[in-house]
């Protein structure tokens, strides 16, 4: 079964998302921070940005939930901003990818309103500048964050009952 990676910068609804969109299909759903190791996440704590050598370990990781998941199907969040992280992603089986875009604005205040995350809003301009969006030959979905959650699931399983057999 098709796993979804719910994408997209901080702040952009990973979380509130993947989890509406599991409980909706009753499947799994697993937080792409579960997957980082303790460096990664002191890192971003303290306001500095990953890069890529940071991210391949927990890319990997998040591939090999993906492909114990083929059977079952589940929703997994990963910001995977570049397309070379989503080919990690790939790797691990079937998955479709929602992409959650947004104006920086909304982000940086969505991000302001959570209170005990990890995440820094001095992190959010360096993930936009590393994002490359989904682009039209990936499987998936580009929805906007200015819709409601419900309105993003409901869309994302309608786009995606489309395209199984
Ligand atoms: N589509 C949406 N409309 C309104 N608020 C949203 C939406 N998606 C997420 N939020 C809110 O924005 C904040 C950030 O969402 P979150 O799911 O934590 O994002 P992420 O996991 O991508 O960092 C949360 O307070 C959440 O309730
Ligand atoms: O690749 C990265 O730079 C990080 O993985 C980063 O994306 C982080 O893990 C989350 O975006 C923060 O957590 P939230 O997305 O839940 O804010």
């Known amino acids: ?4 990676v719910v994408m997209g910068v901080a702040g952009s609804g990973k ?4 989890s509406a969109l599991a409980e909706r299909l ?4 697993a937080e792409a921070d579960a997957f980082h190791p303790p460096a990664n996440i002191e890192k971003m704590s303290s306001g500095h940005p990953l890069d890529d050598e940071d991210r391949w370990p927990w890319l990997h ?8 998941h083929q059977a079952t199907g589940g929703v997994v969040s990963s910001s995977a901003l570049k397309r070379r992280y989503r080919d990690v992603l790939r790797t691990g089986g079937d998955v479709w990818f929602l992409h959650l875009d947004g104006p920086r604005d909304v982000l940086a205040e ?4 959570r209170t005990g995350h990890f995440m820094p809003v001095s992190l959010l ?3 936009l500048a590393d994002l490359e969006p989904l682009e039209t030959d990936e499987r998936g979905l580009i929805a906007d964050i200015l819709e409601p959650p419900s309105a993003i699931v409901d ?3 309608t786009e995606l009952a489309k395209e199984q057999p």
């Open 1 to 4: 079964m098709t796993v979804i």
């Open 15 to 18: 979380t509130t998302v993947g």
């Open 26 to 29: 009753g499947v799994e759903y």
């Open 61 to 68: 990781a998040i591939a090999a939930w993906i492909s114990e």
């Open 110 to 113: 969505r991000m302001q309103g």
């Open 125 to 127: 301009d360096s993930q």
């Open 155 to 157: 869309r994302a399983l």
